[in-house]
Structure formats: C-alpha cells, structure tokens
C-alpha cells in the first residue's frame, strides 16, 4: 500500500480517493433516473441539464475559492461525457496544491531548496530575512469544493427546471 503526503498529513492509498472527492463535484445522471425520462426528450434535456449543472458549480467554486496568484483559479476544469448508462460530470481545479487548501496543513518546517538559505521581505518591517529554515504555522482547511457542492444539492431541482425551460423554447 502506498503512502502519499499532503502537508504533513499522510494519505493512504484507500483514503486517496477521499482526498479526490474533496477537490472536484461528480455530476450523474443514469440509471433509474434516466428510464423514467422518455428516450427522445432524456437526449435532449440530459444534456443541457449537465451543461447547466456544471456552469452553476464553477461558479459557485469561484464563488468560495481563495485567490492569491490565481493559478487555482485558472485551473478550474470541467470534462462531461456519456455513454449508454448514463451522462457524468466533473467539476474541479487541477492546480497541484489544491488539496492543501481544501484540507489544510499543519504546522511545519520550510527549507531551502534552490538555494543556501531562505529570503522573504518581513511585511511589518519590510526588511529583508535571510534564514536557513523558517517554522510555518499551518493553513486552516478552505472547503470551498463542498461549499459547492452543498449549493449544488439545495438547488438541484432549480436546475433541471432551467434546463428544461430552456430545451423547450428553443
């Protein structure tokens, strides 16, 4: 079994996909859910429901997503597909430290890397710091995915309604 870290956090391989579900929103659609629908509309309206379910989840990560460089930002992706059990979404940033801002770090040691020692500008003084390591506090875990997510699932039937309303005035 392997082992991966987020801050000083360490990840099993079982609890990996956790971490995955943390940072992206799966949308589904299949099933039961699908006989229900008439073939001929299902074909139409599914679709456009995806498209509207994952604009409004973007948004909504957008929304609660901290942005300093905007690199998480940036990377937000969506990828929708569908085959004959069903229609699926998934919503999320790629940026490679997203996981330490959905679940935060705990307190650790920073060291140089590309260097002898380490330099920052110290903001209350604005001199500059030359160390050879640095004690960083930790970060407090940002859910915004699941802020979205929790968003998504209150407006859910909202959602099919406009999805629907729109096919339908075309």
């Known amino acids: 079994m392997w ?3 987020i801050g000083t956090k360490r990840i099993s391989a079982s609890d990996w996909k956790w971490v995955a579900m943390a940072i992206s929103v799966e949308v589904s659609v299949g099933g039961d859910e699908l006989k229900e629908i008439p073939k001929r509309i299902r074909n139409i309206v599914t679709p456009r429901f995806m498209e509207v379910s994952t ?3 973007q948004s909504r990560m957008l929304t609660y997503m901290p942005v300093k460089t905007g690199e998480m ?4 992706t969506t990828r ?10 998934e919503v999320g940033p ?3 430290y ?3 801002v959905v679940m935060g770090t705990l307190p650790h040691d920073i060291y140089p890397v590309n260097a002898r020692v380490l330099h920052w500008v110290d ?12 004690r960083h506090p930790g970060t407090k875990p ?8 929790a968003d998504y699932q209150e407006e859910l039937d909202e959602l099919w309604s406009i999805a629907w309303e729109e096919e339908f005035k075309r």
């Open 3 to 5: 082992m991966r870290t």
């Open 55 to 57: 604009e409004f989840l």
């Open 73 to 76: 930002m940036n990377s937000l």
């Open 80 to 89: 929708r597909w569908g085959n004959q059990y069903g229609y699926f979404a």
């Open 94 to 96: 790629t940026a490679t």
């Open 98 to 100: 997203t996981p330490y």
């Open 123 to 134: 903001p209350s003084t604005g001199m500059d710091v030359f160390a050879g390591k640095a």
């Open 142 to 149: 940002n859910p915004f995915v699941s802020k979205a997510r």
